[in-house]
């Protein structure tokens, strides 16, 4: 309390001095628990700075982030302005589900698509999507040469893309393309000398009016401290985020959430899948910045909306059968 101290009367000392000393306990508390409320009520406001509108659907929204439950893989729809970009195709296994999809979108061409990195659970149903729905583009991350995988399913997975006629294009920190009126910067990786095809994972920050999205593949916390100590980390706040690696607790470390405080997150995984993806602890650093964390595991397709106009943001699960 502001103001001039006051002397208490001689004969009111003894009393007043008992009630003060109450009273200065109850200042202390108080001032406690002010601040514990504050400290919480800012950590979470400022994930809240668009509001969230239960009845906007997919019709009313410039902005779309689909992740496509594909099981124990990444593919990720995003539509912007009615122009769209495939993020991942998951295992070949999960085609015919993207395919499906994709079709239901009504979308028979991709504007871009992009392999975050080679592992087959990311770049396996490319070859069956690109026969189906052809892109005009296609990015991937750069990579150093010891990493290039001998599989079969990198070999399809170049042929599909000299087969598609796409044009082509390695990216790294630094780049940037628009998709609408979405402007989109890469992060990651840093340079070409990751130490593994996960840390060399394409990390895109898409920025659409008022709202941030991260897509991040397969980073692990080591990519995350490079992106730290190399990228202004207010690019790295964001309203949505893809966490990495399916939700394992190799990723979503606690220093890199604390510069993207994500008041939604989404992770993609499969039902009882063999990694106990997602990791207990990813889910508690996780829920430190949100409690709107959706799992393709448990609700299926996952459907992040925003419109520009009202700068109303939703979320809409398909629900699992």
Known sequence: MAGKKQTPLPDQQPENSKNKFIYS???????????LSGQYSTQ?????????????????????????????GDSILIKADGKTLLIDAAESSAAPK?????????????????ATHMHADHIGGFPKVFASVRPKAMIEPVFQDSLIPTTKTYEKYLDAIQASGAEYKALKTGDAFSLGSAQITVLGPVSEHASSLNNSSLVLRVQYDDIVCLFTGDMETPEEKTILSTVDNSQLKATFLKAGHHGSDTSSGTAFLEQVQPAYAAISCGVDNKYG???????????????????????GDIVFLYDKDTKACNVLTSGKE
Do not use: R, W
Not at 57 to 68: M, N, R
Not at 98 to 114: F, H, P, R
Not at 277 to 299: F, G, R, V
């Open 277 to 299: 993806h997602p990791a207990e602890s990813t889910l508690e650093h996780l829920k430190a910045y949100t409690d709107q964390i959706y799992i393709t595991a448990q609700q």
């Open 98 to 114: 993207i395919i499906s999809y994709l079709n239901g979108q009504g979308i028979t061409e991709l504007d871009c698509a992009a």
């Open 25 to 35: 306990i109850l200042v202390t508390i108080m001032t406690i628990i002010a601040l």
């Open 44 to 72: 979470h406001s400022q994930n809240q700075e668009n509001t969230q509108n239960q009845n906007l659907t997919v019709s009313d929204a410039e902005f779309q982030v689909h992740v496509i439950d594909v099981g124990q």
